[in-house]
């Protein structure tokens, strides 16, 4: 189990469009324990494969207080969303900022397993939030995009600041 380099804001692979993912072996296996591994060191409750630069179509993400619910989203697609949820959002590729952000409250998402088995979740809440933002990453979009011009405007002078301060 390692801990995988996390991309920063404002790297340029953090808009790349992942691919999907044929392949269902013992690297794609290993590569998700690295991320859940990386995921909670950081800590975090969610990472997709383009944060670690690795731009396949696959997401972890653990929501539990526990951390014992890991659910893992190979070439995931949201097939239905309802609702309007606000919730302040960070990110592991932006450290240290949050801001709220407007998403749909529940989805229904159609995803593979590790073994290439298709599987279909609806859930709302944080879970729905968290799956919609790694889905966001893994085609390229971060959660400031979501936000105004002015929000992001200051976000990235503080995240500018705090980079600045090691």
Same mark, same amino acid.
């Given at each position: 189990m390692a801990?995988?380099?996390? +991309?920063?804001?404002?790297?340029?692979?953090l808009r #790349?469009?992942?691919?999907? =993912?044929d &392949?269902f072996d $013992?690297n /794609?296996?290993?590569?998700?324990?690295?991320?859940f591994?990386?995921?909670?060191a950081?800590?975090?409750?969610?990472?997709a494969a383009?944060?670690?630069d690795i731009?396949?179509? +696959?997401?972890?993400?653990?929501?539990?207080?526990? #951390?014992n619910?890991?659910l =893992?989203l &190979?070439?995931? $697609?949201i /097939?239905?969303s309802?609702g309007?949820e606000?919730m302040?959002?960070?990110?592991?590729?932006?450290?240290q900022?949050?801001?709220?952000?407007t998403?749909?409250?529940?989805?229904r998402?159609?995803?593979?397993d590790l073994?290439g088995?298709?599987?279909?979740?609806?859930?709302g809440?944080?879970?729905?939030?968290?799956i919609?933002h790694?889905?966001?990453?893994?085609?390229?979009?971060?959660?400031?995009?979501?936000?105004?011009?002015?929000?992001?405007?200051?976000?990235l002078?503080?995240y500018?600041k705090?980079?600045k301060r090691?």
């Amino acid at each position: 189990m390692a801990c995988l380099p996390i +991309l920063l804001y404002p790297h340029p692979n953090l808009r #790349k469009v992942a691919q999907r =993912v044929d &392949v269902f072996d $013992e690297n /794609l296996r290993q590569l998700v324990t690295d991320m859940f591994a990386t995921m909670y060191a950081a800590p975090g409750i969610g990472l997709a494969a383009t944060q670690v630069d690795i731009h396949q179509h +696959l997401a972890v993400i653990d929501v539990s207080e526990e #951390k014992n619910q890991p659910l =893992v989203l &190979v070439n995931a $697609e949201i /097939l239905a969303s309802e609702g309007i949820e606000e919730m302040e959002e960070g990110c592991l590729s932006i450290p240290q900022i949050n801001e709220k952000v407007t998403r749909k409250e529940w989805v229904r998402v159609r995803y593979q397993d590790l073994d290439g088995n298709e599987c279909v979740l609806e859930t709302g809440g944080l879970l729905a939030v968290c799956i919609q933002h790694e889905l966001d990453h893994l085609h390229g979009r971060l959660f400031i995009d979501h936000i105004s011009p002015l929000k992001r405007e200051r976000a990235l002078k503080k995240y500018d600041k705090l980079q600045k301060r090691g």
